[in-house]
């Protein structure tokens, strides 16, 4: 049984209130780096845990910390993204519903560390009752001396606030999103500055994800080395992973990283197997950004070692026989999966949602999804094949923002991988485009 770090007391009754989140041990890492630590002695204890960002990119967190600007005399903000929208990743949400003061007491104290007298939790805007579960959430730490001015007689002041988005997937993308707190459309911004630079109004700031927010706390009581010595090499502590699809027990799990994928897709402590008896067919393992891989790959690597759960095993042998933990986003999709539908299903969605600030991502999104729909519906031809492979190539590298490759990625990988899916779709038009319509392997 893996170690519970975030979600030990998730279904303890009543755990969403200060009272008994207090009961349970909450808020001791605000006393602990509030009265005994420095703030730098915070990061430090950041630092040496090997806290990777959870929300996708997996950058080392007290690094990301330790690079905020901090000019003298000018405000510094921590902003937590909670703008959760990646198809198949709704971990974030499960925090913040269940246990809002973790992330409170995470912001608090991480809100010290970088010295912060403001800072905001960006939400999703359709999480309105997420919302609402902060805003007395942090009503509560007010109350409780934990938040406002002189927190703990320690000094230190801080406000904490929640502003909703309006629904935008691209609001995820950090720049995007301090463009939509400071009022803006959320257009992404060219990086560098970072915003540890230049970012809420032009000033230091740091953007972190939730659960790495909520994985503070933790770290600071039981100390950075406690905490680094679960997971594998660079992958430390827990992961959540939202698992869904095609298996027996979908859910939000907390992992810790190591464990062999094999072990999470079959065993009956995480998601007991493929539902109805049926063939594992594909895994989509970070969130639909990252690329598709077959049973074969996502048990083992081309090498043949059992595949885990970190960013280095799950990366290995590239975007040609690897992906990307990502989000933790774990989508499974069992033997009769239409790999061609479900593509284009993924690309309706990123073209959907593309700011539509650069060409590249703009157009490419839409021919890929216009190419898609063609070739599902049964209209296709063998070159568009390989045009859907070129217009990926012609957007990757050339964005402003990750979304363009998060769109373009996934569609070479699935032609990488499923060729022969495409191909069918082409030879039997009639046969590919009924609705149920499963490849089991025919000739092409
Ligand atoms: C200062 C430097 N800071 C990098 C910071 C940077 C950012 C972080 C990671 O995309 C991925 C994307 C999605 N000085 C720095 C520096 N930083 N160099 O480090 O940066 P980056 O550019 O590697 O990634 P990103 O822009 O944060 C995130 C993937 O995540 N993804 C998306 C999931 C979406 C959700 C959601 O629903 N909201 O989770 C899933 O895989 O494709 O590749 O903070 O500033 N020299
Ligand atoms: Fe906008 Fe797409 Fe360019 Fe990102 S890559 S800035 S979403 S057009």
């Given at each position: 049984m893996g170690r519970k770090l975030?979600?030990?007391?998730?279904?303890?009754?009543?755990?969403?209130?200060f009272e008994v989140y207090r009961k349970h041990g909450g808020y001791r890492s605000v006393e602990k780096a509030l009265k005994t630590m420095t703030p730098d002695e915070v990061v430090e204890e950041v630092k040496k845990s090997g806290l990777r960002g959870r929300g996708g990119a997996g950058f080392p967190a007290g690094m990301k910390w330790s690079f905020l600007a901090k000019p003298e005399g000018v405000p510094r903000y921590l902003v937590c993204n909670a703008d959760e929208s990646e198809p198949g990743t709704f971990k974030d949400r499960q925090l913040m519903t269940k246990l809002p003061h973790l992330l409170i007491e995470g912001m608090i104290t991480g809100s010290y560390a970088l010295g912060a007298r403001t800072s905001y939790i960006y939400i999703r805007g359709e999480l309105l009752y997420v919302l609402r579960i902060l805003e007395k959430a942090i009503a509560e730490a007010y109350a409780a001396g934990f938040l406002g001015e002189n927190i703990l007689g320690s000094g230190y002041s801080l406000d904490l606030h929640v502003h909703p988005g309006g629904g935008a997937y691209i609001c995820g993308e950090e720049t995007a999103l301090l463009e939509s707190l400071e009022g803006k459309r959320g257009n992404p911004r060219n990086k560098p500055p970072f915003p540890a630079v230049q970012g809420l109004y032009a000033r230091p700031t740091v953007v972190n994800n939730v659960e790495t927010i909520a994985a503070v706390p933790v770290i600071v009581n039981e100390g950075g080395d406690e905490y680094a010595k679960i997971g594998i090499g660079k992958s430390t502590g827990t992961k959540l992973i939202s698992a869904c699809g095609h298996l027996n027990k979908p859910g939000i799990y907390e992992i810790e990283l190591g464990l062999p994928v094999e072990e999470f897709i079959y065993s009956d402590e995480y998601c007991g197997g493929i539902w109805k008896g049926r063939d594992l067919k594909a895994v989509v393992a970070g969130g639909s950004s990252v690329p598709i891989l077959p049973k074969e790959l996502i048990l083992k690597t081309a090498a043949g070692e059992n595949r885990l759960m970190t960013y280095e095993s799950l990366s290995d042998g590239g975007f040609v026989t690897g992906t990307m933990l990502g989000s933790g986003g774990f989508i499974a999709m069992d033997e009769t999966t239409c790999i061609v539908k479900n593509t284009w299903n993924f690309s309706r969605f990123y073209h959907h949602e593309s700011c539509g600030q650069c060409s590249p991502c703009r157009e490419g999104t839409g021919w890929m999804e216009k190419v898609l729909h063609r070739l599902e519906h049964g209209h296709g031809s063998m070159h568009d094949i390989d045009l859907l492979v070129s217009v990926a190539k012609q957007i990757e590298g050339n964005t402003i923002c990750p979304l363009g490759e998060a769109a373009a990625w996934p569609v070479a990988a699935a032609v990488r991988h499923f060729r022969h899916e495409f191909e069918w779709h082409v030879t039997n038009p009639k046969e590919a485009s009924a609705p149920g319509a499963v490849y089991r392997g025919a000739a092409v």
């Open positions: 975030l979600t030990e007391h998730i279904n303890v009754e009543g755990i969403n209130t």
